[in-house]
């Protein structure tokens, strides 16, 4: 029977961490399945938990009036859901919700804060995971406000 | 001195009349054109023809039809400006005229025996389209054949019918910029799906057409996933007047895009698509 430190370990993310450390996340983790159509996260709820998908699809929406939800990123097997933990006010910006079935690894993050604290290697490694999700996610935003695919020329 | 008679004659448009129009979606139509038989020499995927609509003017459009088709001349136009406007307006059995095709085509041989990746953004997808028709057809010539089209949202998903249950569903992969609920498939930009998890990128060449700064950003994703510059090509698009490389409308750098594109290896072009100016 696989672990969760097995189940981490399978997804990129934190795969390359050292094992030592991986056990020290598990830790603070557990299973979690969410039905099509659930809420992982809302916006505005406090970010006391993040998530690493398995298996499923799911969103990252925001509500703009007249539109209703609007979805702006999918995330799929091996991606992070949930980054607001890491600084304060531990907030989330975002509602996140499964569009089918989504199996995940649930991390607490007052338990990993409080490990990252104690251990600051252990928050270097985790920032060194987190920074580079952040980033791509802070390009492809870019990309989208900048609205490429629209008309442009003259001709 | 020039032929000026040879140069005027290569620059006079043959009359075709619009056998089908097609609406894509908003402000984008496809028209089906007959070839008129003076048009003599069979396009290559990639290179494009000058439009001209009487009385309004002259635009250059990449063709968009099947390469082994070519009784039948096939373009499709977004209304930017007042040519492309008055292009998407043109009914079966009007006419325009036609000159061309110009300019260097997409190098599909290249990419035989090798992993294709082709990446798509927006109406960028058009003048890929003969290349996913030729490669479509002899899918056992290449290693692999992956396609990658981003687009602003599901309502401008350019030929879709390709793609859900169509011969590009089971090498194509599409994402939208953003979506409402009713979409099931994959929200993101067009560089999220370049991964090295559902790439194969050794012995890979990439076709990558769009917005400038989409090819920059996709090109430099497949970058960063070990490809080299030179076997990844964009096409460069810039207005241009004669398209025969006399009057240098066209001008990019030391290249004159009539000619030496539109279809550039990125190694050659990546620096210059950096200069504002140009």
């Known amino acids: 029977m696989r672990t969760l430190t097995d189940l981490i370990v399978e997804q990129g993310l934190l795969k ?3 094992p030592s450390k991986i056990e020290t996340i598990s830790g603070c983790g557990k299973n979690a399945v969410f039905e099509a159509g659930a809420y992982i996260q809302k916006e505005g709820d406090p970010a006391d938990h993040f998530y690493l998908v398995r298996a499923g699809k799911a969103s990252l929406e925001t ?3 007249g539109r209703g939800n609007v979805i702006f990123k999918t995330l799929s097997e091996g991606d992070l859901v949930g980054v607001s933990w890491l600084v304060p006010p531990y907030r989330s910006s975002f509602d996140a919700r499964a569009l089918e079935e989504c199996r995940a690894i649930e991390f607490d993050a007052n338990c990993l804060r409080q490990h990252c604290e104690a251990d600051h290697d252990l928050g270097y490694a985790l920032l060194m995971k987190f920074v580079p ?12 406000i900048l609205d490429v695919y629209g008309p442009d020329g003259d001709g | 001195m020039k032929d000026d008679r040879g140069l005027i004659s290569a620059m006079v448009p043959a009359a075709a009349r619009v056998l089908r129009r097609q609406v894509e979606y908003d402000e984008v139509v496809t028209l089906e054109v007959e070839r008129p038989a003076t048009l003599t020499k069979e396009f290559l995927p990639g290179q494009f023809n000058m439009l001209y ?3 309004v003017g002259e635009i250059a459009v990449s063709h968009s039809g099947h390469p082994f088709h070519q009784d039948r001349i096939v373009h499709t136009i977004r209304a930017v400006g007042k040519v492309s406007r008055a292009l998407i307006l043109l009914k079966p059995g009007d006419w325009l005229g036609i000159r061309g095709p110009y300019g260097t085509p997409w190098p599909i041989d290249h990419a035989k025996g090798q992993n294709l990746i082709v990446v798509a953004g927006g109406l960028g997808l058009a003048p890929l389209r003969p290349v996913l028709y030729e490669v479509s057809s002899a899918k056992d010539a290449y290693r692999s054949m992956r396609l990658i089209y981003g687009t602003r949202d599901p309502s401008s998903i350019l030929y879709q019918s390709q793609f859900e249950g169509g011969p590009w569903a089971e090498f194509g992969q599409v994402t939208v910029d953003s979506a409402n609920l009713d979409w099931q498939g994959n929200v993101g930009v067009v560089t999220d799906l370049i991964s090295a998890d559902t790439l194969d990128t050794e012995n890979a060449v990439a076709l990558i057409c769009g917005p400038e700064v ?5 090109a430099n994703a497949l970058i960063d996933l070990g490809m080299r510059e030179d076997r990844i090509y964009v096409s460069l698009e810039r207005n241009m007047k004669c398209a025969v490389k006399q009057c240098g409308r066209c001008q990019f750098g030391p290249y004159f895009v009539c000619r030496d594109g ?4 990125f190694g050659q072009v990546d620096k210059l698509l950096k200069i504002a100016e140009l």
């Open chain 2, 262 to 265: 539109p279809v550039a290896s």
């Open chain 1, 63 to 65: 509500f703009i009036p």
């Open chain 2, 214 to 218: 989409m090819m920059r950003f996709s």
């Open chain 1, 133 to 144: 999700v952040i980033l791509d996610r802070m390009r492809s935003a870019r990309l989208q």
């Open chain 1, 16 to 18: 390359e961490l050292d």
């Open chain 2, 53 to 55: 609509v009487f009385g």
